[in-house]
């Protein structure tokens, strides 16, 4: 199993600042999504990134993936309170198979106002 | 609407008394999977299923049972819950590319007392 790290564990930031979250591993990634989830609810998908040094912009969100596969980062500018949440990656197996999804343990985002 | 329908989403029982949480996707998905959610551990995959009649372990399935008799179900059975089985469950299901994530159902919280 892989073993997917994140950084920070928490964060609590002003509504207006940026902030980057990062997940880590030892391992090679076929590739890597990011989901975020809010209380009460189920995890819901952002991305998937899956070249090398690949990224993606969804609005304020850029997600970047390591050249050589084995980190990504998100990064939210001017953050506001409608981001607070938990986010999470999630790695595939190195076969790339989408049912053995395993994930990271996540950061929790507070944006206050 | 397409989803993920989880029943029931809150549910406490007593240790020892065999119960079924139900998960049923009508998106025509092929992948289904069960993970637990617990503090400080993250999501954890008990089960996964690449299609009809095809299951196998993740990486905590003990205590824990699945079938797949068809596409759009893949029921959770826990035969003798134990407290250490209290946590929030998911159920989720993807097309199995990897470029697709996975949906999530709304989660089933169970306590065993």
């Known amino acids: 199993t892989q073993l997917l790290e994140q950084s920070p564990q928490f964060l609590s930031i002003q509504e207006g600042e940026n902030l980057t979250v990062y997940c880590n591993s030892s391992?090679?990634?076929?590739?890597l999504q990011w989901y975020r989830q809010e209380p009460g609810e189920g995890p819901v998908l952002l991305v998937t990134v899956v070249t090398g040094g690949e990224v993606k912009k969804l609005k304020r969100l850029t997600f970047q993936f390591g050249d050589a596969r084995k980190d990504s980062s998100l990064h939210i500018t001017a953050a506001q309170p409608g981001d607070t949440g938990l986010y999470l990656c999630?790695?595939?197996?190195?076969?790339?198979?989408?049912?053995?999804?395993?994930f990271g343990k996540g950061t929790l985002l507070t944006v206050n106002p | 609407e397409a989803q993920v329908t989880q029943n029931p989403r809150y549910l406490i029982t007593v240790t020892g008394k065999k119960l079924t949480v139900t998960c049923s996707q009508n998106?025509?998905?092929?992948?289904m999977s069960w993970y637990r959610q617990d503090p400080g551990l993250g999501l954890r995959q008990i089960y996964y299923?690449?299609?009809?009649?095809?299951?196998d372990k993740g990486d905590v399935p003990e205590g824990y049972k699945v079938s797949r008799k068809e596409k759009r179900n893949f029921p959770l059975i826990l035969e003798s819950p134990s407290p250490n089985q209290t946590s929030l469950y998911f159920c989720?299901?993807?097309?199995?590319?990897?470029?697709?994530?996975?949906?999530f159902g709304s989660g089933t919280r169970l306590t065993v007392v």
């Open positions: 299923s690449m299609n009809v009649e095809v299951t």
């Open positions: 999630a790695a595939l197996n190195s076969g790339g198979s989408n049912y053995k999804l395993t």
């Open positions: 391992s090679v990634f076929s590739s």
């Open positions: 998106m025509n998905h092929e992948y």
């Open positions: 989720a299901s993807s097309p199995g590319t990897s470029i697709y994530g996975y949906t």
